[in-house]
């Protein structure tokens, strides 16, 4: 989850063109693509990315994240079922049950994209077993903050500093 110094994770109106990224985040990017088999996302998270992901100006601008991101098994999670278009992709209802179900199966890793909403409901339930942070070195003074609410302790197990600023923080 990319996030701000004044922690949040979009601006006003869902801005999100505050995110600090350049070559070696994208390399880093898709190093953590490589690392799952599945990725998780709510319903609105899921729209922002099956709008950009599949399309040719996203093959041309990011071609190597957008076969990873159009091959990897996507699950959104969702109140109320709707349909979807983007290869890979089921909907489901049952947030704990699935996801208990793909952590029986083993394989690789699965990731929370984005969905702060979602996060915070996995990590209340107890399904989360790493929090990744990459905060990014900007003020952004307004927005929706991450995890709004929440009450829980986390381990650091983890942090990285990139060249841009950024600081990937790694809990458990």
Excluded: C
Aim: cysteine-free.
């Amino acid at each position: 989850m990319m996030v701000t110094l004044d922690g949040y994770y979009e601006g006003k109106d869902h801005d999100i063109a505050w995110h600090n990224t350049d070559q070696e985040f994208t390399k880093f990017a898709n190093e953590q693509l490589d690392e799952i088999d599945t990725m998780i996302f709510g319903r609105k998270t899921y729209e922002m990315m099956a709008d950009f992901w599949p399309t040719p100006h996203a093959q041309a601008e990011a071609h190597d994240t957008a076969v990873r991101m159009n091959s990897l098994h996507k699950v959104v999670f969702s109140h109320e079922t709707f349909s979807t278009d983007w290869k890979n992709t089921e909907v489901s209802t049952d947030l704990a049950g699935k996801v208990r179900e793909f952590k029986e199966q083993g394989g690789k890793d699965i990731a929370v994209m984005g969905s702060s909403h979602l996060g915070k409901a996995m990590l209340e339930a107890g399904l989360l077993d790493e929090v990744r942070l990459m905060i990014n070195p900007v003020f952004i003074g307004q927005g929706s903050t991450l995890f709004d609410g929440l009450n829980k302790k986390l381990t650091l197990a983890s942090t990285r500093t990139f060249k841009n600023g950024n600081v990937l923080l790694v809990y458990r």
